[in-house]
Structure formats: structure tokens, C-alpha cells
């Protein structure tokens, strides 16, 4: 499994509008995606390693797939679009990370 991560840095001057994101953005890409995007998350930042802290990202989205090649045929012919909706929800320059799922979120929990 592949998780898709665009993480959206905090700042003072940050401006991000959660609402549209998880209500326009999130569901027009996972449209766009179709049946190769098996899954999304939106984590909203709350507070940093200290309590009351700035938390360090405004938000975290994540994509999964079942593989590199099935988010990058999927993901490709769209990012133009993708991108050009950012500014309709933030001001923040995202940094997305690919990685490989080494160990599933309930595969911890069956370890114990």
C-alpha cells in the first residue's frame, strides 16, 4: 500500500479554509481519482509537542493506493487541475510525500 501525504506548513500568516477543503477539494479529487485512490484522510492540526503550541502543519491530507504506478496514472492527468484549486482554500505552498505502508494502522493494535 502507497500513502500519499500533503502536508500544509503553519505559520502566523497561514490562511486555510478547512471547510471548502474537506467539503470541495478533498471529494473532487477523490472524483478524479476514481477506484485507484482507495481511501483519504484530513487531519487538522491542533497544537505543536507542546500543549498550546502552534501545531507545525495546518492541515495533513492523506491518499492511499494500492501502488506507486496507480497513483501516479491516476493522479498525473489531474495535477494541473488539483493544483490550480489550492488558492481556493489556502495561501500555504503544500510539500507532498509518497511512501510505502510498512506497517497497517490495525496491525499494531493485533501485536499486542
Same mark, same amino acid.
Given at each position: ?34 477506484? &485507484? ?9 491542533? %497544537? !505543536? /509537542?507542546?500543549? =498550546?503550541?502552534? $501545531?507545525? *502543519? ?9 501502488? &506507486? ?9 489531474? %495535477? !494541473? /487541475?488539483?493544483? =490550480?484549486?489550492? $488558492?481556493? *482554500? ?23
Amino acid at each position: 500500500m502507497i500513502k500519499v501525504s500533503v502536508f500544509y506548513p503553519n505559520s502566523e500568516s497561514a490562511r486555510f479554509d478547512m471547510e471548502y477543503y474537506c467539503e470541495r477539494h478533498i471529494p473532487m479529487v477523490r472524483a478524479k481519482l476514481g477506484t &485507484a485512490c482507495k481511501g483519504a484522510e484530513v487531519e487538522r492540526g491542533l %497544537a !505543536g /509537542e507542546a500543549p =498550546g503550541s502552534r $501545531p507545525p *502543519f495546518a492541515a495533513v491530507a492523506h491518499l492511499y493506493f494500492d501502488s &506507486a504506478e496507480d497513483f501516479e496514472a491516476s493522479f498525473g492527468p489531474h %495535477a !494541473g /487541475e488539483f493544483a =490550480g484549486d489550492v $488558492p481556493n *482554500f489556502t495561501n500555504i505552498g503544500p510539500f507532498v510525500q509518497v511512501s510505502e505502508v510498512a506497517m497497517p494502522l490495525d496491525s499494531a493494535a493485533t501485536k499486542r
